[in-house]
C-alpha cells in the first residue's frame, strides 16, 4: 500500500509540475524509500520478513516510477480510481439489495399465537388447534387442505425414508423431522405377520456427531398391527450422521430366539443446518488462512454453461457467491468465484470455484476445473465434499 501510494504521488506530481529537477529528486526519494523497505524485508531484522507477494508488487512501482510512461500514468492515477469506484458501487447495490429483502419479509407468526407443543398434546387432540376456516377455504380453492407452512401436508411424505422391506414381517418407515438442534424420528411400525410379537424394541445406534437422547419402550403388537414410536436425537455438530438399527422382539407361545430385521441406514443431510452468509473480501483470506482442512474437489458434470454450474453449486450448497455478480458477467473462457456459508452452530465453510472451457474443446464441451472447500472441522469440510460429488452430475441429467 505504501509503494503504491508514493508511486500515484510522483505520478501524479510529474503530471502538474513542470519543473524535471523536482520530477526527478522526488522519484529519486519515493524510489530509495520502496528500495530500503526491501533490503529491510530480506535483511533478517524482522520478526516476520517481507513475502514475495510484497516484493513482486514493490518491483512493480519501482519499475514504473523507473520507466515513467504515459501509460502507466493513466493506470495508475484514472483507470485504479474507476476500478474502486466500480467495487465501491457493487458493494453498496449488493448491500442495498439485502436491505430490501429483508424489508419484504413478511411475519410468518404473529407475538401473541399460541405456541403447541407436540410432547404435551395427546393423539386425540392433535386437530383440536386447526383452523376450519382457513381448512374450508383452503380446499374450496382446490388446495387439499394443505397450508403453506403445513409440515405434515406439504414436506413430511418427501422425507419418508423406507427402514424396512415390504417381505419383511415387521414393516417400518421413519418420517425424518429436523428442528434445528433436535432430530424428531416418527418410525411407523407394522406387524405383517399373524402372531402377536411381544417386547418389540426398536433399538438405534448413531454414528457421527448424533446422542440418542432416549431409547424407544418396548411394546406389544396384535397381528396386523401397527403402531408409531418416537425418538430423538441431539445434533452437536454440521457433519454427514447416520442413524441405523434393528427391530428385535418375540413371538408369542414360541420358544426360539428373539428374532431381528435390520434396518436401512438413515443418512442425516448436513443442509439442513447451513445458511448464506456473507462477509468481506479481507474476513475471507484470514478465514482462508486460518482454516486447516481443506478438500478439493474435481468437477466432474455434464454442464458446458460456466454460469450454469455455479448457480447449481450454489443451490445444492446453500452458500452465497461473494464475487460482484458483474465480475461474473461476460462472455470468458474461465471463470473464480468465491463462496461462504455458516451453520447454525456458528461453523463457518468457504468455498472457491476455479472452473474453465479450454479453447481447443467445442462448445457442448463439459467445464472443467476444481472447487476448494475449506473449513475449521474435517467433518464439514468432507461433508460439503461429498454433497458436491453427489449432486453435480445430475444438473446434467435435467434434475
Request: proline share 4%; charged share 25%; aromatic share 6%.
Amino acid at each position: 500500500a505504501l509503494a503504491t501510494t508514493l508511486t500515484k504521488l510522483a505520478l501524479k506530481y510529474i503530471a502538474n509540475t513542470p519543473d524535471v529537477k523536482r520530477q526527478n529528486s522526488l522519484v529519486a526519494e519515493s524510489m530509495l524509500i520502496m528500495a530500503a523497505i526491501i533490503h529491510l524485508g530480506k535483511s533478517g531484522l524482522p520478526t516476520k520478513p517481507i513475502t514475495d507477494d510484497d516484493v513482486d508488487r514493490i518491483a512493480t512501482c519501482l519499475k514504473v516510477l523507473a520507466e515513467k510512461t504515459p501509460l502507466m500514468g493513466e493506470i495508475f492515477n484514472t483507470d485504479c480510481r474507476q476500478s474502486l469506484s466500480l467495487m465501491l458501487a457493487a458493494k453498496m447495490e449488493e448491500e442495498k439489495e439485502l436491505q430490501r429483502a429483508s424489508e419484504k419479509r413478511t411475519v410468518k407468526v404473529q407475538a401473541d399465537d399460541p405456541i403447541s407443543f407436540a410432547q404435551l398434546v395427546n393423539k386425540a387432540e392433535m386437530g383440536a388447534t386447526e383452523n376450519m376456516f382457513e381448512l374450508t377455504l383452503s380446499q374450496a380453492l382446490g388446495m387439499s387442505g394443505k397450508k403453506d407452512g403445513d409440515p405434515i401436508g406439504a414436506s413430511k411424505l418427501n422425507k419418508v425414508t423406507q427402514l424396512t422391506g415390504f417381505s419383511d414381517p415387521v414393516y417400518s418407515e421413519a418420517y425424518v423431522n429436523v428442528n434445528q438442534f433436535d432430530i424428531v424420528l416418527d418410525i411407523l411400525v407394522v406387524n405383517q405377520t399373524s402372531d402377536t410379537l411381544q417386547n418389540l424394541t426398536v433399538e438405534l445406534a448413531t454414528l457421527g456427531d448424533l446422542k440418542l437422547v432416549e431409547k424407544p419402550t418396548p411394546m406389544t403388537m396384535a397381528p396386523h398391527d401397527f403402531c408409531n414410536i418416537k425418538a430423538n436425537v441431539k445434533v452437536a455438530s454440521t457433519e454427514n450422521g447416520i442413524i441405523f438399527g434393528n427391530i428385535v422382539y418375540d413371538i408369542s407361545g414360541a420358544g426360539s430366539d428373539r428374532n431381528c430385521v435390520v434396518l436401512n441406514d438413515i443418512h442425516i443431510d448436513i443442509m439442513d443446518y447451513i445458511v448464506p452468509a456473507s462477509c468481506d473480501d479481507t474476513e475471507f483470506r484470514q478465514m482462508w488462512a486460518e482454516f486447516e482442512w481443506e478438500n478439493k474437489v474435481a468437477v466432474n458434470t455434464n454442464v458446458s454453461d460456466l454460469a450454469e454450474f455455479l448457480q447449481h453449486v450454489i443451490k445444492i450448497t446453500n452458500m452465497r457467491c461473494l464475487t460482484p455478480e458483474k465480475a461474473l458477467k461476460g462472455d470468458c473462457g474461465f471463470m473464480a468465484a468465491n463462496m461462504y456459508a455458516k451453520s447454525i452452530f456458528g461453523e463457518n465453510v468457504l468455498a472457491n470455484l476455479s472452473i474453465e472451457k479450454p479453447a481447443h474443446l467445442s462448445k457442448d464441451s463439459p467445464v472443467q476445473g476444481h472447487i476448494r472447500i475449506r473449513a475449521k472441522s474435517q467433518g464439514m469440510a468432507l461433508s460439503m465434499g461429498d454433497k458436491i460429488n453427489l449432486s453435480q452430475k445430475s444438473i446434467g441429467k435435467g434434475q
